[in-house]
Structures are given as C-alpha cells and as structure tokens.
C-alpha cells in the first residue's frame, strides 16, 4: 500500500513532467496529448506511476522509419541508440523498441516503432535537504518564493518547500534525459546518412 509520503510525491512529479511537455510543445511542434515533434521525430513523455517506493517514468521517440529504407537500417538504428543511451549519465533502467500498430478510423494500420526509455528514481532522491533548508529559511524570512505550491496537502511550510523541490527535480532529471535523447537520436540520425 502506498505511503501519504509516495503518493503526495507522485503528484508533484506529475506537475513537474507536466511542465515539461508544456515547455516541449511551446518550443516545438505540440501533437496530441504529451507528445512533440522536432526534427522529423516524435516523442512522448508518460505521467508519473509510484512503484515500490520510487517514482519510476517513460520517454519516448518515434524511429524516423520514413528516413530508414529497412527493418534491418531500423535495428540498426535503434542498436546505435541504445548502445549510445546505455553509457548515459542518466541511465534509463531499461531501453526498449516498442512497436505499436494503431487504426484510428478503423481504415487503415499506422505501424510505429519506438525507443522507450524508462526510468526511477527513489522517492528520497527527489530532493536534497541542504536545498530544502536553505529555501524553506529564505520563505521563513519573508522571500516570495513562486515554487512553492499552495498545497493543502501538505500542512507545514517546510513540507510545502519539500514538494515544490519534487516537481522542480523530476522536470530537471526528465529534461535532461529528453534532451539527451534528442542528441542521441540527431547523432544516430546523421551517422547512418553517411
């Protein structure tokens, strides 16, 4: 059963990835729902699930199969991607290739392959005391301080401060991680044009 503590951080994280597909579709091309597009591909960024004491999400791209003339140019794709992501500073703790076969007016298959990256992160990782002080002692002596939520969840300032340094590490952990993969699939993306 999940703690008051594993559910309060899930919530928060939700509002920080949600803030960073805000952010993706302002700076790129929005799609439906959490996806974006930039240079030809398309990626998704899940809503937050608590497992086991830690918060634990998916990023994900399309593989431009439109640019790859095979399956076997498509593997190779993704080989290079994940050998590349698997040497990550942010590690995912799993990379896949997901295939995802979608018929959205009964009419016609759309068939999409995918790099999902998933990753975790222990509730306890998602913020430092040392911040969480430091900012809690500025809103104590009367500094406005914007990133703390107005949480009735949460009943002490220092608990307030607690769950705004949540959203604002699990939207810089998963920016990070989609911009590496960005990187990742521009490098793989030029190598195989030659």
């Known amino acids: 059963m999940p703690t008051l503590k594993g559910l309060l951080f899930n919530q928060f994280a939700a509002e920080g990835l949600t803030a960073l597909v805000e952010e ?14 930039h240079n030809n591909i398309t990626y998704e960024i899940s809503r937050p699930a608590l497992k086991s004491n830690a918060i634990e999400f998916e990023i994900s791209s399309k593989i431009p199969e439109d640019e ?5 140019e498509m593997q190779s794709y993704f080989d290079q991607m994940k050998k590349i992501l698997e040497k990550s500073k942010n590690k995912p703790v799993s990379i896949e290739r997901e295939n995802i076969v979608w018929d959205s007016k009964k009419e016609t298959e759309k068939k999409r392959d995918y790099v ?3 990753y975790r992160y222990a509730l306890d990782d ?13 809103a104590m002596s009367g500094h406005a301080d914007p990133s703390i939520p107005d949480s009735p969840s949460a ?38 044009k030659g």
Do not use: C
Not at 24 to 37: D, E, I, L, P, V
Not at 126 to 138: A, G, I, P, Q, W
Not at 162 to 184: F, N
């Open 126 to 138: 998602l913020f430092d005391n040392t911040v969480v002080s430091k900012r809690y002692e500025k």
């Open 116 to 118: 999902k990256l998933q």
């Open 155 to 192: 009943f002490t300032k220092a608990g307030k401060v607690v769950l705004g340094v949540v959203s604002e590490t699990m939207q810089q952990l998963s920016k990070e991680s989609l911009i590496e993969l960005m990187d990742v699939n521009k490098k793989v993306k030029s190598s195989l």
């Open 24 to 37: 993706m579709q302002s700076s790129y091309t929005a799609k439906k729902g959490r996806r974006f597009n």
């Open 68 to 72: 790859l003339k095979s399956p076997k």
